[in-house]
């Protein structure tokens, strides 16, 4: 049963991901990415990472993607007013995709998973206080760095739609 | 996962929705009467004793009048935004523990759908969903007002989750756990979470209010301003999914509010009805409990409805950021020395 | 004494823009005030009339559906002397005269009488002009204490003697004086 389920849900998150890419509208585009990333949330849900599944829905789904359906809403695009690209830039973003997904399967295909030692030590590894240890004993300082990047963005963006004052 | 599991989740997931059914339809009734109460009046009462029949006369209304659909390229985002807007406010009392385990023949069952041990951000993501509804909806009714409704309801929802967020983070230094049991067992006999952190009740209180587009914060559907607000267009049976999805979000809110704060299914002498009485005698008053705090605080939504004003959207956004945001950064901090003091 | 400082209900504030203190700021103190209100009215006895089953009690002055009277021996007071339709302001009234013959003595008071009295609701606007003008205290809006009951077409609105007089014996037991 688990496998039909992966293979319904890897085909929305397929399904949906394309339809992303190749659909005119921009604000459809945005609707298609909003149901891929709920698919994505379920199959974190079928690995058993709860927390990753809820947080990225919170995260993603419900702020991200709002904020970025609110702009497509406003700019009022649609088919005319998409621009044409050039070549150039086009084979340009292909290239860098591609070696994109080949940095990434790189990196997935050298990383020794850390999921076997949990299982042997038999730690409910999806639990909120677990991850929390991990977090905040073994990985604190890229925590911490990323903390202090995520406050210079909020601080860089209040102070970019500040008002100047004019002296 | 047996079958016998499956249907028994499945038999509770039934009973669950038709509870948030009747209590959405007869909010709708509540509503009217208690706003004719405030204002000197007895409200709708020719339909049945009390008016008790109003909602079904109102339902058979909705299911009867015309279906117009907008000349919009968008047909089935215009037919699915209020479908999602239902679905996600359903959602959310998955995850409430409604009584203690009923124990009938040795066997026991649990009143809650689902006992996940993140339920609380289960809730968050489910309320930073919901908004997706009245957005799609509104976006494809194209329709100035809608769209302008459906975004004030975006931008209000993203901005009043951030404090309800931070809210929440200041009750789960305290409880220590995101279960919805596990807080509600802490809260045995009358250690209500309230009289710990009456701040931060205050500061979820606002925010639910935001979150539910209840008024004073109903500004997606001002009708000052913007006719109807992401609803203009929709008619018949959509706009009842849109109304009553509200009262749906209302009841879990409430639902919410009372197992955060104010101890959930527990009630003082618990114990000793269960001792003198049995379990389930004991379990029958803790669900009637939860239903009761549930109902005075959907009362509470009403009355705070008939109150105070519309605020205006500069005011809104001025008391999310300016206000609740730093109150409830300057509530962890407490709550943080409070838990370094005294656990 | 100024015109600004005179107050009829002597509940008058003048508008201030000054800035709200802090506790007006966070809104939570003049909430809680206006929820007290609001409560205290939700257990206020309700001023509602269920109309079918209770209705208001007329005013003794209230002007309603128009009547001609009987005099006490059954006898119909108007005399068609037209003056109601000269007053009307609304020009509702037409009447047609008739001369009582021996035989009608105890149907009309007068020598002439109107044979035709016709009123047209939908002009009316229940002024009580006509009231005033009757030399015969023959038409009156006071006494009827009805309303002009609702209809579909137009011609339903032109009421004729059928509708306006007095039965005989309410005119014999004075019901309407």
Redesign the interface.
């Known amino acids: 049963m688990i496998t039909i389920i992966f293979y319904i849900l890897a085909a929305i998150t397929l399904a949906s991901g394309l339809l992303t890419v190749l659909s005119k509208n921009p604000?459809h585009s945005a609707?298609y990415m909003?149901v891929c990333f709920f698919s994505i949330a379920g199959h974190f849900l079928m690995l058993n990472a709860?927390?990753l599944s809820?947080?990225h829905?919170?995260v993603y789904?419900?702020?991200i993607m709002?904020?970025l359906?609110?702009t497509l809403?406003?700019m009022n695009l649609n088919e005319q007013h998409e621009p044409v690209k050039k070549v150039a830039s086009r084979i340009a973003a292909t290239v860098s995709a591609c070696l994109m997904v080949v940095l990434l399967l790189g990196a997935f295909l050298k990383a020794t998973p850390t999921i076997e030692a949990y299982k042997a030590a038999e730690i409910d590894f999806q639990?909120?206080k677990v991850i929390g240890d991990v977090i905040l004993n073994e990985y604190l300082v890229p925590f911490e760095f990323t903390s202090v990047l995520l406050i210079a963005a909020m601080i860089g963006a209040v102070l970019v739609s500040k008002r100047e004052n004019k002296a | 996962m047996e079958i016998s599991f499956i249907i028994e989740k499945l038999v509770l997931v039934l009973i669950i929705f038709a509870l948030t059914m009747f209590f959405a339809l007869y909010s709708t009734l509540a509503e009217r009467k208690i706003a004719g109460f405030i204002q000197d009046r007895y409200g709708p009462n020719r339909a049945g004793i009390f008016g008790i029949l109003q909602p079904i006369c109102d339902g058979a209304k909705l299911f009867s009048k015309e279906e117009f659909i907008p000349n919009t390229p968008n047909k089935l985002?215009f037919i699915i935004g209020p479908g999602i807007a239902m679905t996600v406010s359903l959602l959310g009392s998955a995850v409430i523990p409604w009584a203690e385990k009923f124990v009938i023949a040795g066997v026991e069952y649990v009143p809650q759908v689902g006992e996940?041990?993140?339920a609380l951000?289960?809730v968050?993501?489910v309320?930073?969903?919901s908004?997706?509804g009245i957005?799609?909806g509104a976006?494809a009714s194209n329709n100035k007002f809608s769209?302008l409704g459906?975004?004030r309801a975006?931008?209000q929802?993203?901005s009043y989750?951030v404090a309800m967020g931070l809210s929440l983070i200041a009750l789960v230094m305290m409880t220590g756990t995101?279960s919805l049991r596990e807080i509600t067992e802490q809260q045995a006999g009358f250690g209500w979470n309230i009289f710990f952190q009456p701040l931060t009740f205050m500061i979820f209180l606002v925010c639910s209010f935001a979150e539910c587009n209840r008024t004073p914060f109903d500004l997606a559907e001002c009708e000052s301003e913007l006719v109807n607000g992401h609803h203009t267009e929709f008619s018949s049976m959509k706009m009842g999914f849109y109304m009553f999805s509200e009262y749906v979000s209302m009841f879990f809110s409430s639902a919410l509010i009372s197992v955060l704060f104010f101890g959930g299914y527990n009630y003082p002498g618990m114990e000793w009805v269960a001792d003198n009485w049995g379990v389930n005698i004991a379990n029958i008053f803790a669900l009637l409990s939860i239903l009761a705090k549930t109902s005075f605080f959907i009362f509470f939504y009403m009355w705070v409805r008939w109150t105070i004003p519309r605020f205006r959207y500069d005011q809104l956004m001025n008391l999310g950021w300016k206000i609740l945001f730093p109150l409830a950064l300057v509530n962890i901090l407490l709550v943080g020395l409070g838990v370094l003091l005294f656990k | 004494m100024a015109i600004e400082n005179i107050s009829l209900s002597g509940r008058k504030t003048a508008v201030t823009n000054k800035d709200m203190s802090f506790w007006e700021r966070i809104y939570l103190v003049q909430i809680v005030k206006g929820m007290m209100i609001t409560i205290r009215h939700f257990f206020k006895k309700k001023i509602t009339i269920q109309y079918p089953e209770q209705t208001r009690t007329y005013s003794p002055v209230y002007r309603g559906l128009h009547v001609l009277m009987r005099d006490e021996e059954g006898r119909e007071r108007c005399t068609a002397c037209g003056l109601c339709a000269l007053a009307c302001p609304a020009e509702a009234i037409t009447m047609k005269a008739a001369e009582r013959t021996k035989d009608e003595l105890h149907l009309y008071r007068e020598e002439k009488y109107a044979a035709v009295y016709e009123i047209n609701m939908l002009r009316c606007i229940f002024c009580g002009l006509c009231e005033d003008a009757c030399p015969k205290e023959a038409i009156f809006l006071t006494k009827s204490q009805k309303h002009v009951n609702v209809g579909t077409n137009r011609e339903s609105f032109i009421y004729g003697k059928d509708k306006l007089v007095i039965s005989v014996e309410d005119g014999k037991n004075k019901r309407y004086n």
Do not use: R
Request: net charge negative.
């Open positions: 604000v609707i909003i709860q927390f809820v947080i829905i919170i789904t419900g702020a709002i904020l359906l609110f809403m406003l639990s909120v | 985002l996940i041990n993140i951000l289960y968050v993501a309320m930073s969903t908004i997706y957005v799609i976006w769209l459906g975004i975006g931008a929802m993203v989750e995101l």
